[in-house]
């Protein structure tokens, strides 16, 4: 009889050859899943030691125990202070807790601007302070600085006065000329150096006219800019309540004309505190703007060269 192939024998593998093969296809799995969520969300790798704060889309506090910020935290508010002459002060205060800085640009009334395409000037875009002339100005101002303006406030000079008193009619300013003016009901006489400027100081010197100033037209532009930082910097602090719900309505109902709500409130309140914690006296800083004043047409126009860095 024909004897056939002997069987194949197989193998058993041990327990311990079972438990290496199933450790070997977890590590390889839960390696490619956490490759993946590292890939996707670099704030994570950071927070686990997993990739360097370069390799992130955006640099941030790496503590658990600090919020993490972005871009999407920049918050931009349109501040307007009329007078006599309708629009007198155009300020862009620009938020940003992921650099923990604020920035406060300052343009002329005179600061050309370009709607569809038509030249027009911020003073002639702002007539009557309706919300079709702030729509306007809001949208000038995007295309002319490349960023977008979230809210807006507008200010007269009393109201200026106002938001002074409510912070104890006390601002700790330093002048670098004497000025004195006293002209149209408008009376300052200051001495160069530092002193404390109540609401009715600081509103009458935001009136002075440039030809007035020492600094002429570049100190007229970079004025008030100057004191919302010097008011910033002294109040904004981790010690007060500056960055609170209560102070936000106070300060939003002492303006003629806003759009703001609570709900805006909300939304920078976590950045705000993060600044007011970090205020060390200088977190707001002025912006510069270059440009250059032009005759045409029997108006005089600003023109901004390039776009300020906040």
């Known amino acids: 009889m024909a004897m056939g192939r002997p069987a194949k024998k197989h193998r058993k ?31 994570v790798g950071q927070l686990l030691g997993l990739s360097s704060p ?3 889309e955006n640099s941030g506090p790496t503590s658990l125990d600090e919020p993490y910020f972005t871009q999407r935290d920049v918050r931009s508010l349109l501040v307007v202070i009329t007078g006599p002459s309708g629009a007198e002060h155009t300020l862009v205060v620009r938020t940003d807790p992921q650099n923990t800085k604020i920035g406060v640009l300052s343009l002329p009334a005179e600061t050309a601007l370009t709607v569809g ?20 100005v809001e949208g000038a101002l995007e295309t002319l600085l490349g960023l977008s303006i979230d809210n807006y406030a507008v200010l007269d000079y009393a109201d200026v006065e106002n938001v002074i008193d409510y912070y104890d009619n006390r601002l700790t300013y330093t002048t670098p000329e004497d000025i004195s003016y006293n002209k149209n009901s ?11 400027l109540s609401g009715r100081q600081v509103s009458s010197l935001l009136q002075v006219p440039p030809g007035a100033l020492p600094g002429g037209h570049s100190e007229y532009m970079a004025l008030p800019a100057q004191l919302l930082c010097a008011l910033v910097n002294q109040y904004l602090t981790a ?20 759009d703001l709500l609570i709900s805006h409130y909300y939304l920078a309140r976590e950045g705000l505190e993060y600044l007011a914690e970090h205020n060390t006296g200088a977190v707001c800083s002025p912006v510069t703007a270059q440009g250059e004043f032009v005759e045409s047409g029997g108006q005089t126009y600003f023109y901004l060269e390039g776009k300020p860095t906040f």
Do not use: H, W
Not at 13 to 41: E, K, P, Q, R
Not at 243 to 253: H, I, K, M, S, Y
């Open 117 to 136: 395409s038509e030249e027009s000037r911020l003073c002639d875009l702002f007539r009557s302070g309706t919300k079709q002339d702030i729509g306007e």
């Open 239 to 258: 010690d007060s309540d500056t960055a609170g719900e209560t102070v936000f309505q106070d300060l939003v109902n002492l303006t003629s004309a806003k």
């Open 186 to 196: 408008i009376y300052i006489r200051l001495s160069a150096g530092e002193q404390i």
């Open 54 to 56: 370069s390799s992130a």
């Open 13 to 43: 593998m041990s327990s311990t050859g079972v438990f290496v093969l199933a450790f070997l296809i977890f590590v390889l799995v839960f390696g490619l899943v956490g490759y993946y969520i590292v890939a996707a969300n670099p704030t």
